[in-house]
């Protein structure tokens, strides 16, 4: 069984942490900086999570936008999961083909140090919604 039980959870959920992303003064410039739309498709449960830029922060949106997106992100429910966990590496997840993107990456990779809001709050979200941490 996936760990986000539904597209609802799996949006309650990480739309929290992108959210906190957003919303971070450190991480929404720096990502306003970088003028990129991210597109992540989820699969099982299937969704869409963007991460928009936007003044005077990003904008997430869930589901389909219908928007054109600089990067796109596939990855699997559960390997998102793991991946706020600290479980799964970017950089090996893409070598392992389980995340596929398509975009200018070196700009993704560059935010990544950006992430540790969204790491240390990650497990704390998981637990309070019932997820395994």
Same mark, same amino acid.
């Given at each position: 069984? $996936? ?54 922060? $990003? ?75």
């Amino acid at each position: 069984m $996936p760990v986000f039980e539904s597209q609802a959870k799996m949006y309650e959920v990480l739309g929290t942490l992108f959210n906190l992303l957003a919303d971070d003064a450190t991480v929404g410039p720096k990502f306003n900086a970088e003028k990129i739309n991210l597109q992540f498709i989820i699969n099982d449960p299937d969704g869409e999570i963007w991460l928009l830029n936007g003044d005077p922060k $990003p904008t997430v949106k869930l589901g389909d936008q219908g928007d054109k997106a600089d990067v796109q992100m596939w990855i699997a429910g559960d390997d998102c999961h793991d991946f706020w966990l600290k479980k799964l590496n970017l950089p090996v997840a893409l070598a392992k083909k389980k995340v596929s993107a398509k975009g200018p990456m070196a700009k993704v990779l560059a935010l990544l140090p950006l992430l540790n809001p969204a790491y240390a709050a990650y497990p704390g979200i998981a637990k309070d919604n019932g997820l395994p941490v």
